[in-house]
């Protein structure tokens, strides 16, 4: 028996995740003062080529706290008293969403599905032809707890007719796949650098279209002068306006390496290795006789691999195993999916295929010590190569 490794060998988590070397040398760059004429220009670079990363046709913001602080500010910022809300809850993020609307609405609606499905797009039409008086819809793309992801684009669609904001939470799937604010017709699309662009965790980034502005400006209770605007941000990419609180200058400085990164290697490679990976690791799991958590793999997440527990195993005692025995840490279930299934992440740096071999080997061989059950590893691992040899 070797040793525990005192720190994890792999980190194949769905957040935060390992980040690019590029990435993390990028934060040790000198921290200048916000206000000297050298980080004002590079906070407007930084953000006409987020601009470019998102292809949108206005400046998207950043905001100065991991994406939680850009979900609840966007609630409060969007939502007032006089909107009639329809939150569609297909997972944890979803569902949980509620506690940062409801407080702040006129009356709040919601389609749910069980946590391993999707939200149909035509429930969607039938509610919003129910209740043309609803002026926000909210969805979460890729429910991270679930590795769902949502058809937010034909949700946008027919969002996109009717008077409401489409508001879309993508933090774990923007970067990671075909995902674009304008592309599914979104008003305030938020997202994060900490997921699938392999920065730290410490910034959100919010494309925000004409209507998603206009409906923030017209809402009388939307904070200003407080971390949660997002409205105090509107012009404070540009080096003449400057900035209502102080920016994380460090996190800033990862950013710009990651989108380096991202625009170099091209979004369509990015999005191709994501999926490659993800296809090596479900095969990986099923053919060591485990199961996929998502309901149907149509609607499976190139970012997140969610694996059903079997009958019995706890994942706490299972993840340890993981970690001591093989130093690979992934992550557990959370909220209604917790000790359910565990998630291997395919997220920036990790998403190499390769790495699914890493992911399937050693959740095989553990399973197989907690369960006293043989997992078949090399049936697993042969399935994993497979998909690296042929590429699809
Ligand atoms: C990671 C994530 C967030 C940000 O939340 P944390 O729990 O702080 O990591 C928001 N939405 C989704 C879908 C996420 O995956």
Redesign the pocket.
Known sequence: MTAKPSQPVFTLT???VNCYPEVLSALGRPVYYDYDPAFLATYERISLKLKQAMETKNVPVILHG???L??EAVGISVVGKDDVLLNLAS?V??DGYRSWLEPHCREYLDIRVPFNEVVDPAAVEAKLKERPDITVVTV??????SGTINPVKEIGAIVAKTKAVFVV?????FGGMDILPEEVFSDIF?T?P??CMGCP?GL?MLAISDKGWAKMKANPTAPRGSILSVLDWENAWRKETGFPFTPSVAEVNGLEAALDLYLDEGPQAVWARHALTAKACREGIKAMGLELWTASENFVSPT?TAVRLPEGVEEAELRQVMRDDYGVTISSG?GATLNKLVRIGHMGPTARPIYALVAVAALGAALTKVTGKAYDVGAGSAAVMAVIDTGK
Do not use: F
């Open positions: 769905t957040g935060p991991e994406p939680v850009a979900l997972g993020y979803g979460c793309h890729h429910d991270t707890p939470d993508a933090v774990s799937s938020i994060g900490n997921k965790p959100s997140t959370r």
